[in-house]
């Protein structure tokens, strides 16, 4: 494709030419086309085939239809005197908005001072004046010299353009002022120059009187209530109205004033089903154990009752608190069965669509042990022979799959466990690990491995960290009765666990005097990632949070949207996880913006210019990452 | 003495000269339109074009050759003698894009 001549850079243009082409002055700004206005004119630079300057002229004799152009650069080139010859010739096409390649004389009237005397009425609008040049080459007005010998008045002479009064220092900015030429139409072009578009005000003033009275002219109002159309009711026989040019303009309505409303009534009609609905009625809290005392393991009954003794609505919404740390949300009447003992203090929060209501059992229901529950205090705690014993895994997760250390974690073989009162403990760490061999004289030799199946056995008793290996009741010689059993994972949760740290360390990174363990004290590390837009210029950073609207003129909004890929998964536009040290994470940022393919990726916060949006992190710290969007440039 | 442009008309050896110097010119011209049918021009974008393809007369290295009229010094009225400029030109967005992309703003001249 060709490149086409214009003053924006490569990448500038690429960035904002639309797809397809298109006759500019149709409609807007430019219009009419080029060709159809009085003011559009061809001019042509003539260089040698070395590229050098040699002349201008303006072409004359170009032809235009609705479509092209057509030029004829050979009578060009002959009219500035080339007959002969090799030579480069380049086209400009010009609509003068202001100022003209001519010559104005003024004069000074009374204290007025740059009064056209005489110029080129085309461009002055006024009538030529008589003038003449005597030897020296100086203007006189008149046609020569006054024949009283009276002093002439001498005119100046000024070409009627603007000039440049300033240049900013990188050379960038320009600022123009017009010249001491006293002509309104000279004052006007150059203020016009400031807005491309134009602006038109309507001609507005008192018409003719008519049956109703006077015609108000400029007068315009919207179509409609509704419509947002806008048009004149009364405009002057000399006003253009709303040309073609103003298409994609702002319309700017001052002395706006509201004349009348107009009441419309919505048109309503009552639901036959509605009523009013009443405030939640007194409720009180009722239970099967009326002297208050109840037993763990047995089921209580609670009841919400309405004064009248009835049920409470079903239809309305209660949420249940058991005062043990256990809620949730059931019918008016509820069962629940406590398995810790102690005072507990029941409450429901019951919500209608309008109200809402906190009932609270009179007094606190008092649950006690009961005989046959294994939980009692009374009752004997579990045992093993393990008991006092260090145990890790044997690594054989082939058929039984992996044990679990905690909840969806596998251990590795390099994970220890204290069992305690029939309960494996998790030590957290090399230094607690190293702890508990001193206080409990345990060297590493007298570690037991246990094949899956049987280290299931073995229910989750509390992890033994630095702030609990020596406290009650969690302490080392405390019984453990709370505890739960945990399954096996698969082999993909094996795997992982393996992979994840412990091959370095043997079978006893416990013992390293390094105090690291990887197997006892694995490391985590939080991964977060953003996607923002960019809306600075330039090198700045001025984030905006995704999705991003920028609404443009006339033309299709762009939609600037991006998503994160974690491990190719989207995960929308953020993302945090915990990931153990040392694995890798691959992260991709997709960019997901209208139009397509002029937004993107074009680096993360913090570093340099990229535009591959694709990263594999490694987990060797918290990282915090944000990824940037823009037009690539 | 030199001649005056009513005595040249008159001038027999002038005249032969003045028409040799046409049919010169008119089989230069004819050696071109020729030369169009039958090369192409080798463009470092656009590939090998024909000749014939491009409408306005041109020469192997693809620049446009203006021929004139003897008699009046102007361009032969031809189809060939013509640059047609098509309007359609890019367009642009405009809006927020366009003051996003290009730094509009006034620093040192406010």
């Not at chain 1, 060709?35 to 001019?43: L, R, S, Y």
């Not at chain 1, 019951?350 to 007094?363: G, H």
């Not at chain 1, 229901?365 to 022979?385: G, K, Q, R």
Request: proline letters at 6%.
């Amino acid at each position: 494709m060709p490149r086409y001549r214009t003053k924006l850079n490569d990448k500038d243009f690429k960035l904002l030419k639309k797809e397809g082409m298109g006759i500019l002055g149709e409609s807007g700004h430019l219009f009419p086309i080029f060709g159809n206005h009085i003011e559009d004119f061809v001019k042509f630079n003539v260089y040698g085939l070395d590229d050098i300057y040699l002349k201008s002229g303006i072409s004359e004799d170009f032809e235009n239809d609705d479509n092209n152009i057509k030029l004829k650069p050979g009578n060009d080139l002959r009219k500035v005197g080339f007959t002969r010859g090799d030579y480069k010739v380049k086209y400009f096409f010009y609509r003068r908005l202001a100022g003209a390649d001519e010559i104005v004389l003024t004069k000074t009237v009374g204290d007025q001072s740059g009064v056209v005397h005489s110029g080129n009425p085309k461009f002055t609008g006024e009538p030529m004046g008589d003038f003449y040049v005597d030897d020296d080459g100086k203007v006189f007005q008149g046609n020569g010299p006054a024949g009283d010998g009276s002093e002439p008045s001498e005119l100046d002479v000024k070409e009627y353009k603007f000039f440049i009064d300033k240049i900013s220092a990188n050379k960038k900015e320009v600022r123009l002022a017009p010249q001491s030429i006293n002509l309104d139409k000279y004052k006007d072009e150059f203020s016009s120059l400031y807005t491309s578009d134009g602006v038109y005000k309507p001609v507005s003033g008192i018409g003719d009187f008519t049956d109703g009275g006077p015609t108000v002219s400029g007068e315009a109002k919207f179509n409609s209530a509704d419509n947002t159309g806008f048009k004149f009711v009364t405009k002057d026989g000399t006003d253009p109205g709303f040309l073609k040019k103003y298409i994609g303009g702002t319309l700017e309505i001052e002395n706006a004033f509201i004349v009348g409303y107009t009441n419309q009534v919505p048109t309503t009609e009552e639901n036959p089903d509605w009523s009013l609905e009443d405030p939640i009625p007194p409720i009180t809290i009722e239970t099967n154990y009326p002297d208050g005392n109840a037993t763990t393991g047995t089921p209580v009954t609670f009841t919400a009752n309405r004064e009248n003794g009835n049920i409470a609505p079903s239809q309305l919404s209660y949420y249940w608190d058991f005062g043990c740390g256990h809620q949730e949300f059931g019918e008016p009447e509820i069962t629940h069965t406590y398995t810790i003992n102690g005072n507990m203090n029941v409450s429901v929060v019951i919500n209608s669509p309008n109200f809402v209501d906190t009932v609270i059992l009179d007094n606190p229901l008092s649950i006690s042990y009961s005989t046959d529950d294994s939980d009692s205090p009374t009752a004997p705690a579990p045992s093993s022979p393990l008991d006092g014993k260090i145990i890790y895994w044997d690594g054989d997760s082939s058929t039984q799959g992996t044990p679990q250390k905690h909840s969806g974690v596998a251990v590795t073989i390099n994970t220890r466990f204290y069992v305690q009162s029939g309960h494996r403990r998790w030590i957290t760490s090399g230094y607690n690990l190293g702890l508990l061999r001193e206080l409990r004289g345990l060297d590493s030799d007298s570690d037991i491995d246990l094949y899956t199946d049987l280290m299931n056995t073995l229910p989750i008793g509390p992890q033994i960290d630095g702030l609990t290996i020596t406290g009650a009741p969690t302490g080392l010689d405390e019984p453990i009765t709370d505890g739960y059993l945990l399954g096996s994972l698969d082999d993909s949760g094996d795997d992982s666990g393996d992979d994840s740290g412990d091959d370095s360390g043997g079978d006893d990174s416990g013992d390293d005097d390094s105090g690291d363990d990887s197997g006892t004290q694995e490391t985590f590390y939080t991964l977060s990632v953003g996607v923002k837009y960019n809306s600075a210029s330039g090198n700045g950073y001025t984030p905006v949070s995704l999705p991003y609207t920028i609404s443009n003129e006339g033309d299709p909004d762009h939609d600037i949207d991006a998503y994160i890929k974690i491990d190719g998964l989207n995960v929308g536009r953020s993302y945090n996880e915990s990931y153990l040290a040392g694995e890798t994470v691959d992260i991709e940022i997709v960019d997901d913006s209208f139009p397509t393919n002029l937004y993107g990726f074009v680096g993360w916060v913090g570093s340099g210019t990229s535009y591959d949006g694709t990263k594999t992190q490694v987990m060797s710290g918290n990282i915090n990452l944000t990824a940037k969007i823009k037009i690539p440039i | 003495m030199p001649y005056t442009k009513e005595e040249l008309k008159k001038n027999e050896f002038y005249q032969k000269l003045h028409e040799q110097d046409r049919v010169d010119y008119q089989n230069n011209l004819q050696w071109a339109l020729k030369f169009q049918k039958e090369k192409d021009i080798v463009d470092p974008k656009l590939g090998i074009i024909p000749i014939s393809k491009t409408k306005p007369l041109r020469n192997e290295g693809g620049v446009f050759l203006a021929y004139e009229d003897p008699d009046t010094g102007l361009n032969y009225e031809r189809p060939d003698q013509y640059i047609t400029v098509d309007k359609k030109s890019p367009v642009y967005y405009r809006g927020d894009l366009w003051n996003t992309i290009l730094d509009r703003e006034f620093k040192e001249l406010t």
